[in-house]
């Protein structure tokens, strides 16, 4: 077990209705440090998350800063690990700025109002995801990338130094989900450490660290630009990706290894000459 880290589990069997769905994964993040975690559908990501929140029952041992997360008192934990959840369901009748408002409860006393520091941490976060302008608003009359802003600006609201996050990128467009990388980024130079577990292959490729899961193991823990984690990816995705280099990021993009012919008569698309390629 690596002591100086802000997360680190040693999980030997989670198992849910009967069934082992994780076994032997050692997992260690360090502060200011982004890990990803990657993996077919069904290999145990969320359910890994969920274990190292301690939302799950498990054989493990989880250490969060140092301390062994069953330790913690509830709150104080509350306030050092945050966590973005897949698909959750939230309080919809409440405001996009009451919602954001609740990753404060942790700083906050039993029924004290919120103070001007949750007010600010509110407002940081709900600018840093661009939400504040419909902070008015009820949840259930955002559109889906809405709804994940305010969710995430919740989960930064805590000013948490670990954050762990499930499909953060769920409904985010392309500009959102570059400023989600920035979000990131900044957090780990900050000194937060992140874990994510993302099924966007190219943003997980830009990661500090890659985790790489299959069949409820971890196959591969390491930066993600080597070639043995290049190996585990291409074997957790059935030899089916192309890992290509452009301007010094590596993408990662499916791969048909049997491509049909096109069909007789089917719609055809044909290279645009260089006259053709300028938009005015
Ligand atoms: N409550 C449960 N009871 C029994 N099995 C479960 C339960 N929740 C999840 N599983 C099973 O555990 C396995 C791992 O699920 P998990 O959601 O962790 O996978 P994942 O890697 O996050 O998948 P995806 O990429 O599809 O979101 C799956 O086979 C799933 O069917």
Same mark, same amino acid.
Not at 154 to 180: G, I, T
């Given at each position: 077990?690596?002591?100086?880290?802000?997360?680190?589990?040693? @999980?030997?069997?989670?198992?849910?209705?009967? =069934?082992?769905?994780?076994?032997?994964?050692? @997992?260690? @993040?360090? %502060?200011?440090?982004?890990? $990803?975690?990657?993996?077919? !559908?069904?290999?145990?990501?969320?359910?890994?998350?969920? %274990?190292?929140?301690? &939302?799950?029952?498990?054989?493990?041992?989880?250490?969060?800063?140092?301390?062994? &997360?069953?330790?913690?008192?509830? /709150?104080?934990?509350?306030?050092?690990?945050?966590?973005?959840?897949? !698909?959750? %369901?939230?309080?919809?009748?409440?405001? =996009?700025?009451?919602?954001?408002?609740?990753?404060?409860?942790?700083? +906050?006393?039993?029924?004290?109002?919120?103070?001007?520091?949750?007010?600010?941490?509110?407002?940081?976060?709900?600018? /840093?995801? +661009?939400?504040?302008?419909?902070?008015?608003?009820?949840?259930? /009359?955002?559109?889906?990338?809405?709804? *994940?802003?305010?969710?995430? =600006?919740?989960?930064?609201?805590?000013?948490?130094?670990?954050?762990?996050?499930?499909?953060?990128?769920?409904?985010?467009?392309?500009?959102?989900? $570059?400023?989600?990388?920035?979000?990131?980024?900044?957090?780990?130079?900050?000194?937060? %450490?992140?874990?994510?577990?993302?099924?966007?292959? !190219?943003?997980? &490729?830009?990661?500090?660290?890659? $985790?790489?899961?299959?069949?409820?193991?971890?196959?591969?823990?390491?930066?993600?630009?080597?070639?043995?984690?290049? +190996?585990?990816?291409?074997?957790?995705?059935?030899?089916?990706?192309?890992?290509?280099? &452009?301007?010094?990021?590596?993408?990662?993009?499916?791969?048909?290894?049997?491509? /049909?012919?096109?069909?007789?008569?089917?719609? *055809?698309?044909?290279?645009?000459?260089?006259?053709?390629?300028?938009?005015?």
């Amino acid at each position: 077990m690596t002591t100086n880290m802000a997360l680190s589990a040693a @999980l030997q069997s989670l198992r849910l209705q009967d =069934a082992e769905i994780l076994r032997d994964i050692e @997992l260690a @993040l360090p %502060a200011a440090c982004w890990m $990803a975690v990657v993996g077919p !559908n069904g290999a145990g990501k969320s359910t890994l998350l969920r %274990a190292l929140a301690g &939302l799950l029952p498990a054989r493990a041992r989880i250490d969060l800063l140092g301390r062994e &997360l069953q330790r913690w008192e509830p /709150r104080a934990s509350a306030r050092a690990l945050a966590w973005l959840g897949q !698909n959750e %369901a939230s309080a919809d009748e409440l405001s =996009a700025y009451e919602v954001v408002m609740l990753g404060r409860l942790p700083h +906050q006393a039993w029924l004290a109002p919120p103070s001007a520091q949750d007010h600010e941490a509110v407002a940081r976060a709900m600018h /840093r995801t +661009q939400c504040w302008d419909w902070r008015e608003r009820p949840l259930a /009359r955002l559109s889906g990338g809405e709804r *994940q802003r305010v969710l995430l =600006a919740r989960a930064l609201a805590v000013e948490a130094q670990v954050l762990l996050m499930d499909e953060p990128l769920a409904h985010l467009d392309p500009p959102h989900q $570059a400023d989600w990388l920035q979000i990131v980024r900044e957090l780990a130079r900050q000194g937060v %450490a992140v874990l994510s577990v993302l099924h966007e292959l !190219n943003m997980a &490729l830009q990661a500090d660290q890659l $985790a790489v899961m299959q069949g409820g193991r971890l196959r591969h823990l390491g930066p993600p630009g080597t070639p043995a984690c290049h +190996q585990a990816l291409q074997a957790a995705f059935e030899q089916r990706l192309h890992l290509v280099q &452009l301007d010094g990021h590596w993408l990662a993009l499916p791969f048909d290894p049997a491509p /049909r012919p096109p069909a007789e008569g089917g719609a *055809q698309i044909l290279p645009l000459r260089g006259s053709q390629r300028a938009t005015r």
